[in-house]
Every structure is written in C-alpha cells, then in structure tokens.
T-cell receptor, first 118, second 114 residues
C-alpha cells in the first residue's frame, strides 16, 4: 500500500518570503501522480499543483513549484513571495496512474499547517 | 467553486442515529469518491462509484454505505452513529474512472455526533 508522510505538522513564514513544505511517499509503482492540495479555513480542498512521475521537469504554477526527487521518493512544495492568503493546511497526495479494475483514490499525508506572518 | 455540491453543509445528530449525506458531481463527471477527514485519521478514502457501480472500497465501516443513482448523484449513509464518526465528509468527482488525474472536491459536510 502507498503511504504519504508529511513530517512538518506546522510551519510559519514571513510575508513575501519563501517557504518549503516537505513530503515523502512510499510506493512500489513506477508511474503515478503527486499533488499538493490547499485547505484554507473555509475547508474547501483546492488543488495547488500536480506532478506526473514520468516527467523529469518539476511542475510550477505561478508562485508554487515542486522539487520532485523520484529516486528519493520526495515531493516538496516551494511557495515563493508568500501572501497572507497562503495561510492554510497543505496536503500532499498520491494517486496511482494505472489501476486496471481498481480505483484512482487519493492517498493523503497528515498535512502541514502554514501560517503567514505579516 | 468546483461545481461539486454537497448537502447539508452541517449536520448535528445523536449517537445511534442514521444520516444521509448527498453529493452532486460536476456536470458530465461519472465518478464519485467519498473521503472522511477527522482529527484522528486525517483524510481517508471511503468508497468510489463509477456510473452507478461501486468501483472500490477503502476504509469504510460496515455501518456506512453509499450508492450512486442514475442521475449520477451519490448518497453516503451513516448508521448507528458513534462519537468517533464526527468528521468532515467530502465527495469528489472526476470525468471518468480512468485516464484522468484531477478530482474536484465539494465543500464537504460537517457531521457532529453528540
């Protein structure tokens, strides 16, 4: 079974600074997807960024980028120029790519609570 | 707004009771996933339906059941409720069971069991 570990329960960052959230995962599969989801106080789950395991290039979305290290099974999220609106829980998630008759459910880490200090 | 709707937003009920949570997927999405978010267990996959058929089960208790109707909306039924069932229940939808990697989450239903 796949597992996702986020070792930082809480982090804080000064507004306009850069912060990196860590995530490691365990899988025996070679092809899969990785995601970062943001959950603000509203509780809505918002997809921040995704990475396909077969792609060597790290994904970027505006101020958000990832450092994907497949061999190390590491998938960190970097938030640049942090804004007050970035304050939220961040969840790392794994999804298999090929499921056959199975499912494509997401496996989540426990989350990292990010605070942004004005 | 993801296009996925869930009702009710909040639900307060007593132990031993039964409740039904409803989810309407995005227009055109055939697959519905249910997830539970609790303080103890984090975010866990419960069950998936695809075009009316059960596709996969995760950590779903026997007291819980779900179904997907011909109009593709889904309901999650929770019975003999216990205090530990208090959680945020999300549904998510995607276009198909295969060949897609994005699931769109609804706003969740907050269940409180007293």
């Amino acid at each position: 079974a796949q597992t996702v570990t986020q070792s930082q329960p809480e982090m804080s960052v000064q507004e306009a600074e850069t912060v990196t959230l860590s995530c490691t995962y365990d899988t025996s599969e070679s092809d899969y997807y990785l995601f970062w989801y943001k959950q603000p106080p509203s509780r809505q789950m918002i997809l921040v960024i995704r990475q396909e395991a077969y792609k060597q290039q790290n994904a970027t979305e505006n101020r958000f980028s990832v450092n994907f290290q497949k061999a190390a099974k590491s998938f960190s999220l970097k938030i640049s120029d942090s804004q007050l609106g970035d304050a939220a829980m961040y969840f790392c998630a794994y999804r298999r790519m090929y499921s056959g008759a199975g499912s494509y459910q997401l496996t989540f880490g426990k989350g990292t609570k990010l605070s942004v200090i004005p | 707004d993801s296009g996925v709707t869930q009702t009710p937003k909040h639900l307060i009920t007593a132990t031993g009771q039964r409740v039904t949570l409803r989810c309407s997927p995005r227009s055109g999405d055939l697959s519905v996933y249910w997830y539970q978010q609790s303080l103890d267990q984090g975010l866990q996959f419960l069950i998936q339906y695809y075009n009316g058929e059960e596709r996969a089960k995760g950590n779903i208790l026997e007291r819980f059941s779900a179904q997907q109707f011909p109009d593709l909306h889904s309901e999650l039924n929770l019975s003999s409720l216990e205090l530990g069932d208090s959680a945020l229940y999300f549904c998510a939808s995607s276009v198909a069971a295969q060949d897609t990697y994005e699931q769109y989450f609804g706003p969740g239903t907050r269940l409180t069991v007293t």
